[in-house]
């Protein structure tokens, strides 16, 4: 069965600090990875995605995310966080075709001066 | 890109009333949307697939009686709470695949949710 772990509940962060959020998953095929990121009471919006070919992705907001199969890992990266960062961050795992996306748990993401 | 638009964005009722939230594809025709739903400060767990001009699949544990889904077109789903009490208040959030290309049509398009309360 496709299952997504985010180990980090909750992560605090100084501004201006790099940023790393964990994310593995199970899956029996080549996945789809995806990152979102979700504000209070709001939607979600795509950070990146991963579906092929090299394995650093570059998305919006100047994060990133490397897949790594050896370690089934999609951890995401920012370099230097800024306070409109906080929110909580979800990881999703998915398959070509029009499938839903099985979601981790979320990271809270707490930004302070 | 591709845009989905939920509503409404919140909704309050009385418990015992039926509920109505749409979800609207609105640049692209979208056969099939999820329907997820999302407990405070949890993950988002697949409710049901929805597929325009036929009978929505429910993921086990929900129950179809209570969440009355209807895919009549190929831009709107429908989610219908029936007789709600307070513990199906949550965040109901829906997404369709947007796009015709192949990157495109890789992507979940989510809507901005409808945070349903019921007293």
């Known amino acids: 069965a496709q299952s997504v772990t985010q180990p980090d509940i909750h992560i605090t962060v100084s501004e201006g600090a790099s940023l790393e959020l964990r994310c593995n998953y199970s899956?029996?095929?080549?996945?789809?990875l995806f990152w979102y990121v979700q504000s209070p009471g709001q939607g979600l919006q795509l950070l990146l995605k991963y579906f092929s070919g090299d394995t650093l992705v570059q998305g919006i907001k100047g994060f990133e995310a490397e897949f790594k199969r050896s370690q089934s890992s999609f951890n995401l990266r920012k370099p230097s966080v800024h306070w409109s960062d906080a929110a909580e961050y979800f990881c999703?795992?998915?398959?070509?075709?029009?499938?839903?996306?099985?979601f981790g748990k979320g990271t809270r993401l707490s930004v302070i001066a | 890109g591709a845009v989905v638009s939920q509503h409404p964005s919140r909704v309050i009722c009385k418990s015992g009333t039926s509920v109505k939230i749409e979800c609207r594809s609105l640049?692209?025709?979208?056969?099939?949307m999820f329907w997820y739903r999302q407990f405070p400060k949890q993950s988002l767990m697949l409710m049901a697939t929805s597929n325009e001009g036929s009978k929505a699949t429910y993921e086990q544990g929900v129950e179809k009686d209570k969440f009355l889904i209807n895919h009549a077109s190929l831009t709107l789903s429908t989610l219908t709470v029936t007789s709600a009490h307070p513990e199906d208040s949550s965040f109901y959030i829906c997404?369709?695949?947007?796009?015709?290309?192949?990157?495109?049509?890789?992507?979940?398009?989510f809507g901005a949710g409808s945070r349903l309360t019921v007293l």
């Open positions: 899956y029996g095929a080549t996945p789809y």
């Open positions: 997404s369709a695949r947007g796009g015709t290309s192949r990157s495109g049509a890789n992507v979940l398009t």
């Open positions: 999703a795992v998915g398959r070509e075709g029009n499938t839903p996306l099985v």
């Open positions: 640049d692209f025709q979208a056969t099939t």
